[in-house]
């Protein structure tokens, strides 16, 4: 999954780039969301009219989890496949797959799956979203020696930013107005050695090397990773303060109006080597909202057989989706 560390030679490759938004008239519809909210709990969403229903992620990261650990390779990988792709295709949006077979670094040869779907693909303007879906073959990082070798359930680690963006796919579906959004999938990010920086993010760098079209250049790109921790942190990423500080700065100033000022901290972290990396190489300014805490790293259950449904909050994932949800609503 993710590492941190000062990465040589990326900085020299990344320049600052201004984001420049224009506004214009859109409107959506919504189709019904996975389970309901609880009435009696005013969120913050109902506060400010939002539409995003966290109790709706919660329960994409928790079928996502349900197939199984998603290794490339795997029948619950394809089966949830299957369904991801199945249920953009009923949000309205417009579905394409890449596939290909890579090679990783330990010599492994996996199949990968991006999945692309865009949601008003006729407007000239968009917005790219993406997160990963695959999962960490091994435990690696868990505190007991046999679980090394067993695959993770990637609940936070890939499923939470997954969980996020269908629900996102939910309220947009039937936008339309002169800006479209554009959701990726990232396969094999996870299948990585530490102290390799070349050996993870598979699947972005493939999407990166074959864009949907030629010259694709988005207004803006965001990444998720590890979005929905109860006790989540994140911090201004280092390479994408290179990419694009003025994204940056709009997203941290949502989340700070909206009273996620304690949760978004407006302060640079680590850098953090993630599919964001792999667009910025290619010339596509990316941000990426990581949890990162000062003093301890990623969450506790990072790359270990803990990184399950308790480590996710609906309170952590209503919080992304409501800024990222403001984001678009001020930038169609």
Request: proline share 5%; glycine share 10%.
């Amino acid at each position: 999954m993710t590492r941190t560390g000062l990465i040589k030679c990326l900085a020299a490759v990344v320049t600052a780039s201004t984001l420049l938004l224009s506004c214009g008239a859109g409107k959506k519809t919504a189709t019904a969301p996975e389970t309901q909210q609880d009435e009696a709990t005013e969120s913050v969403a109902e506060k400010t009219g939002m539409l995003f229903c966290p109790d709706s992620a919660y329960a994409y990261v928790e079928k996502q989890v349900s197939f199984g650990p998603r290794v490339p390779g795997t029948e619950a990988h394809r089966l949830c496949g299957d369904w991801l792709s199945a249920k953009l295709k009923g949000f309205g949006a417009e579905v394409t797959e890449q596939t290909a077979t890579l090679n990783t670094f330990d010599g492994t040869r996996i199949p990968m799956r991006n999945i692309f779907a865009r949601i008003n693909p006729t407007a000239e303007k968009r917005i790219l979203m993406f997160a990963h879906w695959d999962c960490r073959p091994w435990a690696d990082q868990d505190p007991d020696p046999e679980k090394h070798s067993s695959p993770i359930d990637g609940a936070n680690d890939g499923a939470s930013g997954i969980g996020v963006l269908l629900e996102l796919a939910r309220i947009l579906s039937g936008m339309t107005g002169d800006t479209g959004i554009d959701i990726l999938l990232c396969d094999a990010e996870d299948w990585g050695e530490e102290s390799n920086d070349e050996s993870w993010a598979l699947g972005a760098r493939h999407f990166a090397s074959n864009l949907p079209s030629k010259g694709y250049t988005p207004s803006a790109a965001i990444l998720l990773d590890m979005v929905g921790a109860p006790d989540a942190t994140f911090m201004r990423e280092y390479f994408s303060q290179l990419a694009d500080p003025a994204l940056a700065d709009e997203i941290w100033s949502i989340a700070k109006s909206l009273g996620y000022g304690d949760m978004f901290v407006n302060r640079m972290g680590s850098a953090v080597n993630d599919d964001h990396v792999e667009l910025i190489k290619a010339g596509i300014p990316a941000i990426d909202i990581i949890d990162y805490r000062e003093g301890s790293g990623f969450f506790s259950g990072w790359h270990t057989s803990a990184d399950n449904m308790g480590c996710i909050s609906r309170e952590t994932l209503g919080a992304v989706g409501n800024v990222l949800e403001t984001y678009i609503k001020k930038n169609q």
